[in-house]
């Protein structure tokens, strides 16, 4: 490594900012900036950049920080854990995980088909996930209460609410299809909410305009090209995909979405319904002509053949800022599958005094096809993914390729905890002592078989992890053990302490634990996978659950049935519960709620590409905001700017920094310190942050530093070829600073890892000498540059 640039051989040439942009968790704009009095200079209550008071208006005053640059903090904590609703997103979470395997595909050029193939397998796993979410409100709402409880006396007598419904009662709304109808109000509810939720926020975010230029862009679109082009003589400049000004601007496909998953939520309702009120008419004696149910059946058929096509629709428009809106789609499509459900509802309720409910509805069959439909398309998807790493492969890439299946393999098992979660604990409270399915004893019939085998399989899932945790504990600590001379070697201690020792070695062994989770992700997706399919088998097998299928095959056989079945039982629900919990909690307590925002910065980071229900990408307002700030102020002031990001906003800073244009980025230098950038999304998003993408930062950025410590859990090095010239990674830096006590540190230094990595000297000499390698301010040429530039030459290029 050359030797570090020294802070003082910086010398001012002119104005110059350093933006700072601050991590997960968020900080107040007082902590960033070192000063308890702070000014808003531009944005608003949830996104907004600071000064300290005394440096309002600092650029008509340069000589007054010849020692420094002018501090700005860009603070959008508020984006992820700004008010207590926010915390209510937990319950999205299937949907969020999802949506983070469509980024996840492997990088590849000129595979556009294969490409855009990956995309709709994707945004069809999506769908199915709002489908299954939607049958188990209809599986509690109408199978287990309406149908279920309400028609059998011994469990309605218990629930004076349900005497309205109740058969004991024989009033007006005691006939099965009335019932059924006025239960549908609890999922058609719920899909409202979710469609004026993602409405919401797609006003707040996906509809907030980003920055345009000038600069021309290549022909190829949307999904199909990902990696960043070297300028080739004559040729336009190939923009990586988060460079493009599109990227950041979701507002048509979220539309799109929105209203095609609104549609399926409401045709699984009207289903639901309606199917149930068919299958009776076509039996003898029905007052109702079987030829209405027929064509319901129809009709409901067509509308979700229009629901898939518009989900397989091409996803994103890139190029450019894409204001047009499929109003035929988002206006027709949602409508005529809430006229459907009306007409459904009266449907149902014609009078047929014959009918009688007994046994349960044909959940079992929506949650297998359901189920085996995931699985299917989870395994296509690995196929897919596989074939696209084959063709450009990474060795640092998640699992060669394979990232994006296992993380939606896991989006499906955590749909499935969640719906099987609150099916399972509904039908427990509404058969009393009784366990629901088990036979003697029980009330009602309870949940679909299929959901106690997929609750048995959660306890056996966790039993196959055991080992390799144990194993990568026994692991940490024998290299732990092996890290303790190499760090007092590195101290240079004549009288090293052994418990200092170790616990620097253990610090650094723990991070490394980072690097271990794929293999961890792997096995749990792989393992669920199996256990899935046979958990389908199983349930269509036997039509019975798992405690009463093994009845005959011994003891031990029988007990351990009986043991999964339970303890997954009341694992799901527990799960369930534990997610409204944190979510009242953080409704409450400000720092909980800061703690669930950060499962939001890293999950968030993306655009709804996926599930338009998902939580919203707060990077399209963060983004925006960071580019145009830097355009602006570069713009007016010829200076200099140093953008500073740090752990999650270091990600944002270089997404910003790809979106400038020419006559900015020239002005511009990056500084990441403990950055997942290559650690986390180089090797979890390949496409958008791989090694090509992030070479091609390298190339267009004037200069870039990136600080990191082995201590560090997420941030690391960015790993790039950076060829002739300046390095980018600076590390590992000493952490802790000294190991004991001396002159300069009479007290003992904190072991940092994430954390204040602005407290190192090295931050300070760094960034000097960013500053030093940007280009002189020149009076004379200010006029002559426009804030639009053709191509990138070599002034966007790094220095040395």
Known sequence: MPPAPKAEAAQSSGVALELLVHGVGGTTPQEMLGDPRTTRITGDATAAVHRRTEDVGAEHHPERHRDGPIAEAYCWSNLTSGNGSRALWLLLLPFMVVNL???????????????????????????????????????????????????????????????????????????????????????????GLLWYLSNRTWTAYE??????????????????????????????????????????????????????????????????????????????????????GALFESALALCGLVVVAVVCHRGRSERRLDNRLDRAVTTFLPGAALALLLGTVVYAGWSR?????????????????????????????????????????????????????????????????????????????????????????????????????????????LLLLLPPVIWLAVRTVRRARRLGPAVEAEYEERHPEPGRTRRIARTRATAALTDSAPGILGLLSAATLLLGAGAVTGSWLTGEVPGLATDGTGPFVESVAETAQSTGSWMTG???????????????DVSARRTIGILWDVGTFWPRAAHPFAPPCYAERAVPDLSSRMCAWTGRTRGR?????????????????????DSARRRVALLTYGSPIERLYGRWFPAYFGRVPLEGLHRSVHCWRNLWRSTDPIGGPVRIDEGPGHEVDRGPLKDPLVYGRTA??????????????????????????????????????????GRGSTAQGSAGRSSG
């Open 574 to 588: 527990f799960g369930v519960i534990l997610l409204v919990t944190w979510g009242r909690r953080a409704y409450r």
């Open 207 to 292: 509809s907030q305009r980003s920055l345009t230029w000038d600069e021309p862009d290549s022909a190829e679109t949307d999904e199909e090209a990902d990696t960043d082009v070297a300028a080739q003589s004559g040729a336009p400049v190939v923009r990586p995909a988060l460079g493009r000004p599109g990227f950041w601007y979701g507002r048509r496909l979220v539309a799109r979405l929105r209203a095609a998953h609104t549609a399926a939520g409401l045709l699984m309702v009207a289903a639901a319904v309606g199917s149930t009120a068919a299958r009776h008419d076509r039996a003898a004696g029905s007052p109702v002509p079987p030829v209405i």
């Open 744 to 785: 300069e540190h009479p007290l003992p230094e904190p072991i940092l890892g994430h954390s204040d990595y602005q407290a190192d000297p090295v931050f300070a000499v760094e960034r000097a000498a960013l500053l030093e390698r940007l280009e002189p301010v020149v009076p004379q040429q200010a006029g002559a540059e």
């Open 101 to 191: 395997a469509h980024w996840m595909r492997p990088a590849a050029q000129g595979r556009k088909r294969t490409v855009r193939l990956y995309g709709v397998l994707v945004r069809l796993l999506a769908l199915s996930l709002t489908v299954l979410l939607t049958a188990a409100v209809c599986e509690v709402a109408l199978d287990l209460v309406a149908w279920q409880c309400a028609g059998t006396p011994e469990c309605s007598v218990q629930r004076s609410w349900l005497g309205f419904l109740s058969t004991r009662q024989d009033g007006w709304f005691a006939q099965p299809g009335r019932r059924l109808a006025v239960a549908a109000l609890v999922p058609a509810a719920l899909v």
């Open 353 to 461: 005094p014959d009918w009688v409910s007994s046994g349960a509805l044909s959940g079992e069959a929506v949650f297998r096809t359901l189920a085996l439909g995931q699985g299917l398309l989870v395994s296509v998807l690995a196929v897919v993914a596989l074939s696209l790493y084959r063709r450009a492969p990474e060795p640092r890439t998640t699992l060669h390729g394979l990232g994006g299946p296992a993380v939606a393999m896991l989006a499906c098992a955590l749909g499935g905890v969640m719906t099987g979660g609150i099916a399972q604990r509904v039908a427990d409270w509404l058969d009393g002592p009784g366990t629901p399915g088990m036979g003697a004893g029980a009330d009602i019939e309870g949940p679909p078989v299929l959901l106690s085998w997929q609750a048995s399989v959660i306890p056996v899932l």
């Open 641 to 661: 700017l140093v953008i500073s990001g740090h752990s999650q906003g270091s990600v944002l800073a270089a997404a910003a920094v790809w979106q400038l244009p």
